[in-house]
C-alpha cells in the first residue's frame, strides 16, 4: 500500500516539473540560451518565477509530518493541481524543439529521474521534502541543466560551423551579401532577394535567422551549388557579433540599413551600437562595396570619420549616390522618383512609409551594382509585398505593425497612421530592450503619437505609465486613452467601443512572450 502511494507522489512531482520546465526551457530558447539573459530575465520577471501557482509544492512541507501513506496521496493532490495551473498558455511565439532543445529538455528529464530515484529509495518524510524541493526551484534546474550541456553545445556549434565553411570554400563564384541595422534588416533581406532573383539564383536565410548559428544552419541545409548569391542577415545583441559572421560567410557587399537604440539594455551606449553595426562595413573587400543609408544620422557621423577600405554608395532621402525623391502616397499605395548615375524613373509599390521608400531605394542601389538595370527593376518593385506583421494592411482596417520592435520605425508606423482620413486608434505595450532610456524614449513616443490618433489603448503595466504621461504631454485628451493588461483585452474593449464610422486601427510591437 506504501509503496504504491509513493509511485504515485513520485509520478506526480514528474507531471508536476516536466509541465514547468517546458515553460522556461521555452524561455531560455527566447532568450538565446545565454544563461546571462535567462538569469536577467528571472530577475525582472520574479511575478512569474516566483508566485503562488509556483509555490503550491511548500505545502508538501507541512503535509510531510502527517501519518501514514495518506500524506502521499496529499501530496500528490498538491502536486498535481500546480501542474494544471502552470500549463503554459499559447504562446505568440512557440517553443520550437530543435536538436538542442531536445537535448536540454532531456538533460533535465535525467536530474529529475535522479532525485526521483533518490526519493524513491528514502524514507516517507526524506521523499516527500525532496520532491517538495525540486518542484519549487524548476526555473534553476533549466539553468543547470544549459550549463552542464554548454560544453556538448559549443563543441557541436564548432563542427557545424566548421562543415559550413567547408560548403562555402566549395563555391568560390558565390557572392555574399551582408544586411545588418538596428530596424529594417528582415524587409531590406526580403526585398534584396525580389530585386536580384531578376538575374541571379539567390538564396537568403529564412525568417529571424540572422545568429551565427541561424546562417549556418541556412548554409548547411538550402545552400545549392545552382546558388549565384547568398543574402545573410546578422543580427547583434552585443559586439563582435557581426564580426563573427562576417568570419564565417566573408561578404562582399555589406548593407548598413539604420543604427539606432536598439537593444540598449545589452549594448549599454549608442557607440557600441555604431562600432558593432560597422563591423560588417570594415569586414568588406577592397573589391566589394558597402551600401549605406545616410538618412540616418549616426551612420552620417561615422561615415564623416572615414578609414573604410572598400568603397562606398549611399542611398536615402536626402542627397546620396542613389535617392529617392518626389514621394506621392495614395489609396493604391506608393510612387517615388528614382535618380542614381543621372538616369531617372518612377517606381509604385503598395507599400506604406516612407522606410519602405528609404529600403527599396537601398535594394535599388545593390541590384545596379550587381548589373541589374534600372528599367527591370520596376516590375519587381511593383510585386514587392509586405514583410508580414510589418505595416501590413489587414481587412478590417487593421495596420499590423506587430514586429516592430524599434522607436524609428514607430514614429515611421505613426506618421502612416495619421494619413488616413478615419478614427485612428493605436494599440501598443510601447517599445522594450531600451536600457535606461526605455522610459524617457516612450514617453517621448507617447508625445509623438498624441498628434497622430484619435484614441490609445495601451497595453500592459511597464511600459504604459511614461506612455500615457507622453500622451497628455501632448495634449491628448485622457478619456482617450485605455490601459488593458493585455493585449487580448485591449483587442476586445475596442470591440465593445461604438465606432463613429471608419476605423484605422494600427497594432505597434506585440512583445514576444519573454517579455510579457
Same mark, same amino acid.
Given at each position: 500500500?506504501?509503496?504504491?502511494?509513493?509511485?504515485?507522489?513520485?509520478?506526480?512531482?514528474?507531471?508536476?516539473?516536466?509541465?514547468?520546465?517546458?515553460?522556461?526551457?521555452?524561455?531560455?530558447?527566447? +532568450?538565446?540560451?545565454?544563461?546571462?539573459?535567462?538569469?536577467?530575465?528571472?530577475?525582472?520577471?520574479?511575478?512569474?518565477?516566483?508566485?503562488?501557482? $509556483?509555490?503550491?509544492?511548500?505545502?508538501?512541507?507541512?503535509?510531510?509530518?502527517?501519518?501514514?501513506?495518506?500524506?502521499?496521496?496529499?501530496?500528490?493532490?498538491?502536486?498535481?493541481?500546480?501542474?494544471?495551473?502552470?500549463?503554459?498558455?499559447?504562446?505568440?511565439?512557440?517553443?520550437?524543439?530543435?536538436?538542442?532543445?531536445? $537535448?536540454?529538455?532531456?538533460?533535465?528529464?535525467?536530474?529529475?529521474?535522479?532525485?526521483?530515484?533518490?526519493?524513491?529509495?528514502?524514507?516517507?518524510?526524506?521523499?516527500?521534502?525532496?520532491?517538495?524541493?525540486?518542484?519549487?526551484?524548476?526555473?534553476?534546474?533549466?539553468?543547470?541543466?544549459?550549463?552542464?550541456?554548454?560544453?556538448?553545445?559549443?563543441?557541436?556549434?564548432?563542427?557545424?560551423?566548421?562543415?559550413?565553411?567547408?560548403?562555402?570554400?566549395?563555391?568560390?563564384?558565390?557572392?555574399?551579401?551582408?544586411?545588418?541595422?538596428?530596424?529594417?534588416?528582415?524587409?531590406?533581406? +526580403?526585398?534584396?532577394?525580389?530585386?536580384?532573383?531578376?538575374?541571379?539564383?539567390?538564396?537568403?536565410?529564412?525568417?529571424?535567422? +540572422?545568429?551565427?548559428?541561424?546562417?549556418?544552419?541556412?548554409?548547411?541545409?538550402?545552400?545549392?551549388?545552382?546558388?549565384?548569391?547568398? @543574402?545573410?542577415?546578422?543580427?547583434?545583441?552585443?559586439?563582435?557579433?557581426?564580426?563573427?559572421?562576417?568570419?564565417?560567410?566573408?561578404?562582399?557587399?555589406?548593407?548598413?540599413?539604420?543604427?539606432?537604440?536598439?537593444?540598449?539594455?545589452?549594448?549599454?551606449?549608442?557607440?557600441? @551600437?555604431?562600432?558593432?553595426?560597422?563591423?560588417?562595413?570594415?569586414?568588406?573587400?577592397?573589391?566589394? $562595396?558597402?551600401?549605406?543609408?545616410?538618412? +540616418?544620422?549616426? @551612420?552620417?557621423?561615422?561615415?564623416?570619420?572615414?578609414?573604410?577600405?572598400?568603397?562606398?554608395?549611399?542611398?536615402?532621402?536626402?542627397?546620396?549616390?542613389?535617392?529617392?525623391?518626389?514621394?506621392?502616397?495614395?489609396?493604391? #499605395?506608393?510612387?517615388?522618383?528614382?535618380?542614381?548615375?543621372?538616369?531617372?524613373?518612377?517606381?509604385?509599390?503598395?507599400?506604406?512609409?516612407?522606410?519602405?521608400?528609404?529600403?527599396?531605394?537601398?535594394?535599388?542601389?545593390?541590384?545596379?551594382?550587381?548589373?541589374?538595370?534600372?528599367?527591370?527593376?520596376?516590375?519587381?518593385?511593383?510585386?514587392?509585398?509586405?514583410?508580414?506583421?510589418?505595416?501590413?494592411?489587414?481587412? #478590417?482596417?487593421?495596420?499590423?505593425?506587430?514586429?516592430?520592435?524599434?522607436?524609428?520605425?514607430?514614429?515611421?508606423?505613426?506618421?502612416?497612421?495619421?494619413?488616413?482620413?478615419?478614427?485612428?486608434?493605436?494599440?501598443?505595450?510601447?517599445?522594450?530592450?531600451?536600457?535606461?532610456?526605455?522610459?524617457?524614449?516612450? $514617453?517621448?513616443?507617447?508625445?509623438?503619437?498624441?498628434?497622430?490618433?484619435?484614441?490609445?489603448?495601451?497595453?500592459?503595466?511597464?511600459?504604459?505609465?511614461?506612455?500615457?504621461?507622453?500622451?497628455?504631454?501632448?495634449?491628448?485628451?485622457?478619456?482617450?486613452?485605455?490601459?488593458?493588461?493585455?493585449?487580448?483585452?485591449?483587442?476586445?474593449?475596442?470591440?465593445?467601443?461604438?465606432?463613429?464610422?471608419?476605423?484605422?486601427?494600427?497594432?505597434?510591437?506585440?512583445?514576444?512572450?519573454?517579455?510579457?
Amino acid at each position: 500500500m506504501e509503496l504504491i502511494a509513493k509511485i504515485v507522489m513520485l509520478a506526480s512531482c514528474a507531471v508536476c516539473v516536466l509541465v514547468q520546465t517546458v515553460y522556461f526551457t521555452h524561455m531560455m530558447q527566447l +532568450n538565446s540560451y545565454r544563461n546571462e539573459r535567462y538569469r536577467k530575465w528571472c530577475k525582472d520577471h520574479e511575478e512569474k518565477v516566483v508566485n503562488l501557482r $509556483r509555490l503550491l509544492p511548500a505545502l508538501l512541507l507541512p503535509i510531510m509530518w502527517l501519518p501514514g501513506v495518506y500524506s502521499y496521496y496529499a501530496a500528490g493532490a498538491v502536486l498535481l493541481l500546480t501542474a494544471g495551473l502552470n500549463i503554459p498558455k499559447k504562446a505568440k511565439k512557440p517553443l520550437v524543439f530543435t536538436h538542442r532543445v531536445w $537535448r536540454l529538455l532531456g538533460m533535465q528529464a535525467l536530474l529529475l529521474l535522479l532525485v526521483l530515484t533518490g526519493a524513491f529509495f528514502v524514507d516517507r518524510m526524506r521523499s516527500i521534502g525532496m520532491a517538495a524541493l525540486y518542484s519549487l526551484v524548476v526555473w534553476v534546474w533549466t539553468l543547470v541543466s544549459n550549463f552542464l550541456l554548454g560544453p556538448l553545445e559549443k563543441a557541436l556549434a564548432n563542427r557545424y560551423v566548421k562543415d559550413a565553411r567547408r560548403r562555402l570554400e566549395a563555391m568560390p563564384g558565390l557572392l555574399t551579401i551582408g544586411v545588418t541595422g538596428s530596424y529594417g534588416k528582415t524587409s531590406t533581406k +526580403n526585398f534584396l532577394h525580389a530585386l536580384l532573383s531578376v538575374k541571379y539564383n539567390v538564396l537568403m536565410t529564412p525568417e529571424s535567422y +540572422n545568429t551565427t548559428l541561424g546562417v549556418v544552419r541556412t548554409i548547411r541545409e538550402s545552400l545549392r551549388p545552382t546558388h549565384q548569391v547568398l @543574402i545573410a542577415e546578422m543580427g547583434a545583441k552585443n559586439p563582435g557579433d557581426i564580426r563573427e559572421i562576417c568570419d564565417l560567410v566573408h561578404p562582399r557587399y555589406g548593407v548598413l540599413t539604420s543604427v539606432g537604440e536598439q537593444h540598449l539594455e545589452t549594448f549599454r551606449t549608442v557607440e557600441n @551600437i555604431v562600432k558593432t553595426k560597422f563591423e560588417l562595413i570594415d569586414a568588406l573587400p577592397a573589391e566589394g $562595396r558597402g551600401f549605406l543609408n545616410t538618412d +540616418n544620422e549616426y @551612420i552620417r557621423l561615422r561615415l564623416a570619420e572615414g578609414g573604410f577600405s572598400a568603397p562606398l554608395t549611399t542611398y536615402g532621402l536626402g542627397l546620396s549616390d542613389v535617392t529617392a525623391s518626389d514621394i506621392q502616397v495614395d489609396g493604391a #499605395g506608393t510612387s517615388f522618383l528614382i535618380t542614381a548615375g543621372g538616369e531617372s524613373r518612377r517606381f509604385t509599390t503598395r507599400l506604406l512609409g516612407l522606410h519602405n521608400v528609404q529600403n527599396i531605394t537601398g535594394r535599388i542601389a545593390v541590384a545596379l551594382e550587381l548589373g541589374i538595370p534600372l528599367e527591370d527593376l520596376v516590375y519587381p518593385v511593383r510585386m514587392l509585398k509586405p514583410v508580414e506583421h510589418r505595416l501590413q494592411l489587414l481587412p #478590417g482596417g487593421i495596420i499590423d505593425d506587430a514586429y516592430n520592435s524599434n522607436p524609428a520605425g514607430f514614429r515611421s508606423a505613426l506618421d502612416v497612421l495619421a494619413g488616413f482620413q478615419a478614427e485612428r486608434i493605436l494599440v501598443t505595450p510601447g517599445m522594450v530592450e531600451l536600457g535606461d532610456k526605455q522610459d524617457e524614449l516612450n $514617453r517621448q513616443l507617447g508625445e509623438y503619437a498624441a498628434a497622430r490618433c484619435d484614441y490609445a489603448v495601451l497595453v500592459g503595466e511597464r511600459q504604459a505609465p511614461p506612455l500615457k504621461e507622453g500622451l497628455l504631454a501632448g495634449g491628448f485628451p485622457e478619456e482617450r486613452i485605455f490601459v488593458a493588461p493585455t493585449l487580448q483585452a485591449g483587442l476586445a474593449h475596442l470591440r465593445e467601443k461604438p465606432a463613429p464610422g471608419l476605423r484605422i486601427t494600427l497594432l505597434e510591437n506585440d512583445l514576444p512572450d519573454n517579455f510579457e
